[in-house]
């Protein structure tokens, strides 16, 4: 096949939602219809649930689980999809705020009872900063949920995205009848729980009476005039603004009863993009392009802590990934080969020898990469749009073992590597500031310190807001508002300057009072 075909073939994804709309389910489902996976019960779920906030061992299971259902690659009608899972628990948010750096296209869902949710409006943000298209799936259909219009509206508003359904539920709950599919002109009756997956029936005209036999009167008269209304109020669907990032395509359904998910497919399949070109510090690059390029995502470390060798994941942005050739690591400038790397498939983990754009494949590391790392065939372009984002808690890293000060150093540049948190290290005096986006994550490094690498800390917590990254177009200002500033400067990870924030009233009256700076809250900024 040719590198041409090769990217055609491919959808890489991934399914964002608030915890508990419906991720897992439909993720098993999806692999259910790909046939990567043989019965309902066998995605385990990588979601750390709260019990778990007190059990660590727990939470290092289910990291391990995780690695396991990182990337769950299948084929369904000769395309081959790569299906990126992200965590569902906020506190690991910015992991999946990468994640979604390393997919061409994502799903959203939406429980139609409790509507748009706070997760996934920071999810959808990170979305729109890249235009990534957006699929929405209104999930739960077999409850009594809210108004399918209300629902479209709210998701305009508190997204920012515009909707087009293009297919319609028919009453809900008990009383949930099934869903018209207005872009095939079809009909999906649905028959209860668990059922089996059946083709819809046409009905190419919607004032057909067959229509009121089958969904009785007053359902039919409600969908006719429901489907008059959408007519009025929603421009025809255009693919091209989908593929822009501008509109979100609409399906409602039932994950946890199959339902209206092999529509939501076989829509995917038609509408989502190949991989895409993507941005890099030199140029665009386009995934046929025959010199292999692609960047780090994610690193997770192994669940071994005597051995440790970390896997990274490594996004196949153009040309062919070949398992043993020399390839180029942009920031080291050094040539770099891997003997071993992994395909993803369903759940096994499989040698692979070569890989594809879109492909996503894990690399045996023992150090040299971190999160947002380029690998090329020698030219040296490394890939933007993987930022930090600022983090929302800050706590001072206490050691409580000068015995074991290298090992916490060591244990800390790790684990920073693998993205577990932000290492914020203050221009004065020595003190390491740690944020993250939840509680939880100060708990797993502790834990791992620990278990890991012997090193024992304890965090105290800081009177910090935000962690802004600072630019001007006058370096004089700049160098001006940094000196005056001192005791609230740190370097990140890539040495950065950031500009530690107290409170947002401070904020905004330091930044009254330095109008030639910019403050942002992400590490990339134009
Ligand atoms: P998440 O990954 O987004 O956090 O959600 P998950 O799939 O785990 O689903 C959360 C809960 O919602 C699960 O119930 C699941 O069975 C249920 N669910 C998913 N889809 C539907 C649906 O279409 N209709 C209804 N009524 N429920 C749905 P749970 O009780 O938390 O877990 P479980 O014991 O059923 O696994």
Redesign the pocket.
Known sequence: MTLDQQIAKRRTFGII?H???????LTEKLLLFGGAIQKAGAVK?S?IKDHARSDWMEIEKQRGISVATSVMGFNYKNIKINLLDTP?HQDFAEDTYRTLTAVDSVIM?IDCVKGVEIQTEKLMEVCRMRNTPVICFI??L??EGRDPFELLDEVEEKLSIKVRPLSWPINMGKNFKGVYNLYEKSLHLFTGSKQTVQEGLEIKDINDTELDRLVGDTNAKQLRADVELIEGVYPDFDVNEYLEGKVAPVFFG????NFGVKELLDSFIRLAPPPIPRATTLRIVKPDENKFTGFIFKIHANMDPKHRNRIAFLRVCSGKFERGANYTHVRQEKGIRFSNATAFMAQDRETVDEAWPGDIVGLFDTGNLKIGDTLTEGEKLMYTGIPSFSPEIFKEVINMDAMKTKQLEKGLLQLMEEGVAQLFSYELGNRKVVGVVGQLQFEVIQFRLKNEYGATVQFQSQNLYKACWISSKDPKKLQEFIDSKQRHMARDKDDKLVFMAESRAWLQMVQDNFPDISFHFTSEFK
């Open positions: 939602s915890p508990d709309a419906g991720k897992t389910t779920s979601k569902g869902v999930n739960k077999d409850r039932s994950a946890v009863n």
